[in-house]
């Protein structure tokens, strides 16, 4: 089965927790560190590249902020204690969404651009709306310069896994299975596991599908991959996605099944 190429992908709105009083108080910031995000008529506006985002912005939300802790990446966290009290002592929430004209790669990177842009500008912490993951200030400041790099060398591998990283939950069992969340942001299906298989194991060969998917090498229906020579053989197969709701990924799902151990073709 393949991908369905003309679904609709959920737009990318990052939750940015600081300690900001008013709208008025972030704009100042962001013109005192000279930022190019200005103000414009369609919200906060990129001088150089022309991208602009909406912003919202409201009080403290103790349910935000607990949303906030319960995103911390389990592969590579970035919420330490003393940052974890700063989210939960924030004034209030920026929110910011890319103009409509934006979709797909294009509105998760202007969506990372603004969120670093107002991270420079005092922001605490950073999370995906679109699949819970969040991370320190720092944190998107590296994906930013990453991103940034990526574009630069002309590698979009690169930008893609730097996508990834700020967007897509590498892993969670929310809905009772081991499955990545938020690839339908950059256009791509989610993994989800059809087997029993160690969490390191899982995170392993999910997040390496997920890259070797936005690098442009997507396997064939029925392909057995192995996240590295020594990983678990898994066989894929290209399924629609059942799941209901806001979780629910229009373009799809990569079933990954484990097969029996010494399994010898490696086939992908």
Same mark, same amino acid.
Not at 33 to 48: M, N, Y
Not at 90 to 110: C, F, M, N, Q, Y
Not at 186 to 210: H, I, K, Y
């Given at each position: ?7 609709? &992908? ?31 008529? @369609? ?12 912003v ?27 940052? @974890?009290?700063? %989210? ?7 929110? %910011? ?9 294009? /509105? ?33 400041? /590296?994906l930013?310069?990453? /991103?940034?790099? &990526? ?22 069992? @929310? ?8 690839? /339908? ?9 059809a ?12 997040? &390496? ?60």
């Amino acid at each position: 089965m393949e991908t369905v190429l003309s679904a609709i &992908a959920p737009p990318v709105e990052l939750e940015i927790v600081g300690d900001w009083t008013s709208d008025r108080l972030l704009l100042r910031l962001l013109a005192t560190i000279r930022s190019p995000w200005q103000l414009s008529s @369609r919200g906060l506006t990129h001088v150089e590249t022309g991208e602009s985002c909406s912003v919202t912005m409201r009080g403290p939300d103790p349910k935000v902020a607990q949303a906030f802790l319960d995103g911390e990446c389990p592969i590579r966290p970035s919420l330490d204690d003393d940052l @974890r009290t700063a %989210i939960e002592e924030h004034k209030s929430i920026v929110t %910011i969404r890319p103009a409509e004209d934006l979709v797909g790669w294009d /509105a998760a990177r202007a969506a990372l651009r603004c969120a670093s842009g107002i991270v420079d500008g005092g922001a605490t912490a950073v999370r995906c709306r679109g699949s819970g993951l969040a991370h320190s200030a720092d944190r998107i400041s /590296a994906l930013e310069r990453m /991103a940034e790099g &990526a574009e630069t060398e002309g590698n979009r591998s690169l930008l893609g896994e730097a996508l990834y990283l700020a967007l897509v939950m590498p892993y969670t069992t @929310r809905d009772r299975r081991a499955r990545t969340l938020g690839m /339908a942001l950059l256009e791509a299906s989610d993994v989800f596991l059809a087997g029993p298989l160690t969490p390191s194991n899982a995170m392993d060969a999910m997040e &390496a599908l997920c890259l070797r998917v936005l690098s442009g090498r997507p396997p064939k229906h029925q392909d057995v991959v192995r996240a590295g020579p020594e990983s678990p053989a898994l066989r894929v197969e290209h399924i629609e996605d059942a799941t209901e709701g806001a979780d629910h990924n229009p373009f799809g799902m990569w079933q990954m099944t484990p097969l029996p151990r010494g399994f010898k073709n490696t086939r992908s």
